[in-house]
């Protein structure tokens, strides 16, 4: 054996030794598994404009392209084509992805009726002739360029301040979303009415705190997302609410602050440092949680009585009344009293004023144990102050039906019931509820109007 034939295994051992490290190394660049892709909902519309949000994961070698393309017929658009990663035997490409696709059907040139939209992504692997793995996703779906049309059924109506308004309107196709806007507050719609589907009913609120000049409109969009709006008769009746000043003694704080020391903050424990607490943001919180409570509506009007009931006991305090808190003489806290507070003998028991559902039934702060009900339609009512609960959440109450007892608990004092109504999660004037007149012209006249019934639910 001569040095020649060892020089040639030496170099055959080399060769072996780089091919098998070249292999190691481009191995996991050879991975088989395809990226995938996401989208919130799955695309079933397509409007004049949408926004497609679409995300992709390759978490091997990760994203190197994507495309979407839109095509109808013979028609093909190119809505996205994008480089995500480099190519090349090192790369890799992004291990995840979110792209918002602006698509103008009506401006790119479709017609109206079934498109495909497909989107495609590759990886950086080198499998598919160095092109990547591919996933690929189509969607069959419908353009509709043309928005909904709204067909108002109400007439003028009449609005205070602090209180509600009923609009009924018709629309011309289905919704994913419609009712009323008030300033920046938004009141769902119902389809109550299983005769006339597209038949809508809205109760709407003008809040205590509203801009007087705050536009009132019909807002709907279709289910490819068309927009459209509809003015509404809508005639305020401004009022201004009563400004009331409350001494602060210090027998009341002293009274007070125990109920809430184990929740103030830390640096706030002094009495009067508690009550402003409990005032302001113990206040806030239990609204943010109260709003929860009441997203829940049933799509029918469950009460039967008009009007609601009105429980017994001597009007204290109204609606909408700006309380100024005086200790020393000198303005320490606001806030607004958003219902109407009625003293009657103490422990009274207290009645359901409309047939309904316990959506809420507990301690809830500054309203001590409190019970919510929903009455359908996005109209709730609440008891606060309670001494006992007699009710539990999900039971069905008939008007009458007693709750609870009066008490004290929470931010009270004296025994009384605090009453509250609210529409569409907005705190509303409970003395229209309480008034058969108001009832007459601005409910029942609008199912007249409207040649609609009452939206009672659907019998079994
Ligand atoms: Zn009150």
Known sequence: MGAARKLGLLLILL???????????????????PPTISLPQTP?????????????????????????????????????DKQLGSGGLWAKGPADVTEKVEVKALELGFAQGPATLTIEVR??????????NLARQVYDLNIDTVPPRVTVLSRTIHLNRGGVGLAIYKVSEPTSRDGVQVGKRFFRAYAPWPQDPLARLAFFAFADDEDKGAPIKITVEDLAGNPA?????VRLKWKEFRDDSLNLSNNFLETLAPRFLGEAPPDRQSPLQVFTWVNENLRQENHAR???????????????????LRPMGK?????????TYLYEGKPVSRSTHLGVDLADVAMSPIPATANGVVVFAGPLGIYGNCVILDHGLGVHSLYGHLSALAVQVGQKVAANEVLGRSGATGLALGDHLHY?????????????????????????????????????????
């Open 123 to 132: 990886d950086c692997s080198l499998q598919g002739w160095f092109h990547g």
């Open 315 to 323: 009007p204290m305090a109204g609606f909408a009344e700006r309380r």
């Open 229 to 233: 709006t509809a003015s509404l008769m």
């Open 44 to 80: 079933t519309h397509l409007g004049r404009a949408n926004t497609l949000e679409i995300t992709a994961k390759d978490a091997e070698t990760g994203l190197s392209r994507l495309k979407v393309t839109l095509t109808q017929n013979n028609k093909e658009v190119s809505l996205l």
């Open 290 to 308: 109260l709003d929860q409570a009441v997203r829940v509506s049933q799509p029918y009007q469950l009460w039967e009585q008009q009007p609601f």
């Open 15 to 33: 060769l072996l030794v780089l091919v098998v490290g070249a292999l190691l190394l481009v191995w996991p660049r050879l991975e088989g598994q």
């Open 420 to 460: 509250s109504v609210l529409v569409g999660g907005v705190f509303v004037s409970p003395t229209e509820w309480w008034d058969p007149h108001w009832f007459q012209d601005n409910v029942d006249l609008r199912y007249q109007e409207a040649g609609l019934p009452r939206p009672t639910a659907p019998r079994p």
